[in-house]
């Protein structure tokens, strides 16, 4: 059974780096054709899929949020990191990794395990 837990600070100051990790258990995140992915669901607002890594290590976003975003892994420890520049208040939410079988370019496009969601802040 794949597991995902979303790891990182729960408070973030405008204008700074949020940093959010997964850390998958039960499988690789290695495993051929497998696309690891970063959702987020504002508070009262819908589910906004962000992006994924492949397995093979490439990535790719949203276009809305491609230019503040970055998603890097590190293999020894089956994990793989958030960055999400220049947070505003905006960016509040809270933040889920899941896995697909395939691309995904949305929250509807196969994510079959989610991990339970970090709750994050914007706030000086």
């Known amino acids: 059974q794949v597991q995902l837990r979303e790891s990182g600070p729960g408070l973030v100051k405008p204008s700074q780096t949020l940093s959010l990790t997964c850390t998958v258990s039960?499988?690789?995140?290695?495993?051929?054709?497998?696309?690891w992915s970063w959702i987020r669901q504002p508070p009262g607002k819908g589910l906004e899929w962000m992006g994924a890594i492949r397995y093979s290590g490439s990535t790719y976003f949203s276009p809305s949020l491609k230019s503040r975003t970055s998603i890097s892994r590190d293999t020894s420890k089956n994990q793989f990191t958030l960055q999400l520049n220049s947070v505003t208040p905006e960016d509040a939410a809270v933040y889920y990794c899941?896995?697909?079988?395939?691309?995904?370019?949305?929250?509807?496009?196969?994510?079959?395990?989610w991990g339970r969601g970090t709750q994050v802040t914007v706030s000086s």
């Open positions: 039960g499988g690789s995140i290695t495993t051929r054709n497998y696309h």
């Open positions: 899941a896995r697909a079988p395939a691309p995904v370019a949305g929250v509807g496009d196969g994510l079959d395990y």
